[in-house]
C-alpha cells in the first residue's frame, strides 16, 4: 500500500500561497493522490485529488512532479478559515483498497 | 443533500456493554468505510466494505464488526467495549476507490467514551 509522509506543521501568513508538500515515493501508476482537510474535530474534507496532470478547483492547486513520487498542494491566497489538518492519501486501487491517512500537516494561517 | 448520517454523534458506556454505531450514506455509493481518530495518531481505518455483503479489515479491526446488508447502511458494532476503544470514529462513503470521481464523504463523527 502505498503510503505518504508529510511535514507535522507549518505557518503561513495570511493572504499568502500556502505549499503544502508531501512524498509518495511507493505510488502505483493506477493510483490517485487525494487531499482533505479536517478543520477542529469535523469530518475530514475533501479538497482536490489528481493521478498525473496538474489540477485546480475553486479551493486549491494540485501539482504533481513528473516521477508522481511527491506532490504539492497550494493555497492561492491563505485565509484564517484555512487554519486545518491537511492530509494527502494515495487511493490502492489493487487488492486492499484502503485509503491510508497518515498524521497530515498541521497549517496555521497568521494573521 | 448528499450526506452520511452518524448515530449517535455522542455516546458514554461501560465496558462490556454492546454498543452499535449506525451509518447511512444518500449517495448510492459502493464503497463504505469507518476511521477511529485518537490524538496524535491520525486516522486509522478500522473496516471498509466495496459493496453489499462485500466487507474487509482495515488496519486497526480487534474488537470490532461491521455488516453491509445494505448499500446505504455500515454499522459498526463494539460486542464488548473496552475503554482503549475510546476515540472519536469517522464513517465515509465514496465511488469505487481509484474512480475518476471516487473522493470521500464523511460523516460528522462520533465521539465514544467507554468507562
Known amino acids: 500500500d502505498a503510503k505518504t509522509t508529510q511535514p507535522t506543521s507549518m505557518d503561513c501568513a495570511e493572504g499568502r500561497a500556502a505549499n503544502l508538500p508531501c512524498n509518495h515515493s511507493t505510488i502505483s501508476g493506477n493510483e490517485y493522490v487525494y487531499w482533505y482537510r479536517q478543520i477542529h474535530s469535523q469530518g475530514p474534507q475533501y479538497i482536490i485529488h489528481g493521478l498525473k496532470n496538474n489540477e485546480t478547483n475553486e479551493m486549491a492547486s494540485l501539482i504533481i512532479t513528473e516521477d508522481r513520487k511527491s506532490s504539492t498542494l497550494i493555497l492561492p491566497h491563505a485565509t484564517l478559515r484555512d487554519t486545518a489538518v491537511y492530509y494527502c492519501i494515495v487511493s490502492c486501487t489493487s487488492g486492499t483498497y484502503k485509503y491510508i491517512f497518515g498524521t497530515g500537516t498541521r497549517l496555521k494561517v497568521l494573521a | 443533500e448528499a450526506q452520511v448520517t452518524q448515530n449517535p454523534r455522542y455516546l458514554i458506556t461501560v465496558t462490556g456493554k454492546k454498543l452499535t454505531v449506525t451509518c447511512s450514506q444518500n449517495?448510492?455509493?459502493?464503497?463504505m468505510s469507518w476511521y477511529r481518530q485518537d490524538p496524535g495518531l491520525g486516522l486509522r481505518q478500522i473496516y471498509y466494505s466495496m459493496n453489499v455483503e462485500v466487507t474487509d479489515k482495515g488496519d486497526v479491526p480487534e474488537g470490532y464488526k461491521v455488516s453491509r446488508k445494505e448499500k446505504r447502511n455500515f454499522p459498526l458494532i463494539l460486542e464488548s467495549p473496552s475503554p482503549n476503544q475510546t476515540s472519536l470514529y469517522f464513517c465515509?462513503?465514496?465511488?469505487?476507490?481509484?474512480?475518476?470521481?471516487?473522493?470521500?464523504?464523511f460523516g460528522e463523527g462520533s465521539r465514544l467514551t467507554v468507562l
Open positions: 449517495m448510492n455509493h459502493e464503497y
Open positions: 465515509a462513503s465514496s465511488p469505487p476507490p481509484g474512480d475518476l470521481t471516487g473522493e470521500l464523504f
